[in-house]
């Protein structure tokens, strides 16, 4: 399996504008988590899917951004409009069901820039 | 969530144990001991999980006290592709299960 991909690894765009980060899971996991990684505020959810379903979006920081999971084996992090403060790697993980497999597979992360 | 606490760096020489402490004295009965880590510029990695007994992987050993009020995480022999940052979380094992990542211990391993 090639694991979790994220795509772009690396987006660099000016203040205002619509930036969308993707993920495609590992096939058969039914969970999908959105993470952001900042220096000061460290690695954090954002927020998780189960069964393309959005169960808890309360780390998401506020209405620019907005996720979706159209299908098992996509998703999207959009952010609109996008301010410098939304500079960060934001990674994307899968999962099995707790129970089942307890690890959380995480993706090499998107390194955005928002000058 | 309980809360953790690690310290923030700790060095240690190739070859040798590297164990990394946790406190989590706050835990409750149903919570787990979730460990991860995360290498420079990647995503983070799972290491090892546990409820009250000690298990070990191919990776790493994990220690939880009988009052499971802290834990240690044990790589046997050191490598310099083990330095990373390593995170202790505690996390109930439910339908749902979310990971709360603090700070971490910067681990440098030094030849």
């Known amino acids: 399996d090639a694991g979790v991909i994220q795509s772009p690894r690396h987006e660099v765009t000016e203040m205002g504008q619509e930036v969308t980060l993707r993920c495609k899971p590992i096939s058969g996991h039914d969970y999908l988590f959105w993470y952001r990684q900042t220096m000061m505020r460290g690695l954090e959810l954002l927020i998780y899917?189960?069964?393309?379903?959005?169960?808890?979006d309360s780390g998401m920081p506020e209405d620019r951004f907005s996720a979706k999971m159209p299908n098992a084996s996509f998703s999207t992090l959009k952010i609109q409009p996008s301010e410098p403060r939304d500079s960060a790697v934001y990674f994307c993980a899968s999962s099995l069901p707790p129970g089942s497999q307890e690890t959380q597979y995480f993706g090499p992360g998107t390194r955005l820039l928002v000058l | 969530d309980a809360k953790t606490t690690q310290p923030p760096s700790m060095d240690c020489a190739e070859g040798r144990a590297a164990n990394l402490p946790c406190n989590h004295s706050t835990i409750s009965g149903n919570e787990y001991v979730y460990w991860y880590r995360q290498i420079h510029s990647q995503g983070p990695q799972y290491i090892i999980h546990?409820?009250?007994n000690n298990e070990t992987n191919e990776m790493a050993s994990l220690i939880i006290t009988e009052d499971r009020k802290s834990s240690t995480l044990i790589l046997p022999h050191a490598t310099l592709r083990d330095t990373a940052v390593y995170y202790c979380?505690?996390?109930?094992?439910?339908?749902?299960?979310?990971?709360?990542f603090g700070a971490g211990t910067t681990v440098t391993v030094r030849a």
């Open positions: 899917f189960n069964n393309n379903v959005p169960i808890d």
């Open positions: 546990g409820l009250k």
């Open positions: 979380i505690v996390s109930l094992r439910s339908n749902d299960y979310k990971l709360s």
